[in-house]
């Protein structure tokens, strides 16, 4: 049975490709942790992938805009901001703090899809009547 024509794997491979492609990239941020003016890269959200959002940048237009529950308003530059604070004396950008969490929570996407992977190939199997052996 071909079960990349359905649409279910085809998603959840889709999605663990990307998910070992941002292992790679946060991977190469760690191993450039020292490298003079290196900046960290991350892939585009799978989400604007997926629903053709394109990672078009955010804008804000009044101070009112977009209050966090802290009071503060978000800026398009936040991020930049941020970086800049951590930027060492050599120019690198890479926290390893930031890099080693992403990496923590892609592994544990990673997992959570090939879980789902497994329930749907043993609810295949339960409806073809196989049991639910994996």
């Given at each position: 049975m071909d079960l990349t024509g359905m649409t279910v794997f085809r998603q959840l491979e889709q999605?663990?490709?990307?998910l070992s492609a941002r292992q790679s990239v946060l991977?190469?941020?760690?191993?450039?942790?020292d490298t003079p003016g290196y900046r960290p890269r991350?892939?585009?959200?799978?989400?604007?992938?997926?629903d053709g959002r394109g990672g078009l940048p955010m804008q804000v237009?009044?101070?009112?805009?977009?209050?966090?529950s802290n009071g503060n308003t978000a800026t398009p530059s936040?991020?930049?901001?941020?970086?800049?604070?951590?930027?060492?004396?050599?120019?690198?950008?890479?926290?390893?703090?930031?890099?080693?969490?992403?990496?923590?929570?892609?592994?544990m996407d990673y997992q959570f899809m090939t879980n789902?992977?497994?329930?749907?190939?043993?609810?295949?199997?339960?409806a073809l009547g196989r049991g639910t052996s994996a």
């Amino acid at each position: 049975m071909d079960l990349t024509g359905m649409t279910v794997f085809r998603q959840l491979e889709q999605k663990m490709g990307w998910l070992s492609a941002r292992q790679s990239v946060l991977a190469e941020n760690i191993a450039n942790a020292d490298t003079p003016g290196y900046r960290p890269r991350d892939l585009q959200a799978f989400a604007s992938l997926v629903d053709g959002r394109g990672g078009l940048p955010m804008q804000v237009t009044s101070p009112v805009h977009m209050v966090g529950s802290n009071g503060n308003t978000a800026t398009p530059s936040a991020q930049r901001d941020r970086y800049a604070i951590e930027t060492s004396p050599n120019g690198n950008q890479v926290s390893l703090e930031d890099q080693l969490t992403k990496m923590g929570e892609n592994g544990m996407d990673y997992q959570f899809m090939t879980n789902l992977y497994r329930k749907q190939i043993s609810m295949i199997k339960t409806a073809l009547g196989r049991g639910t052996s994996a």
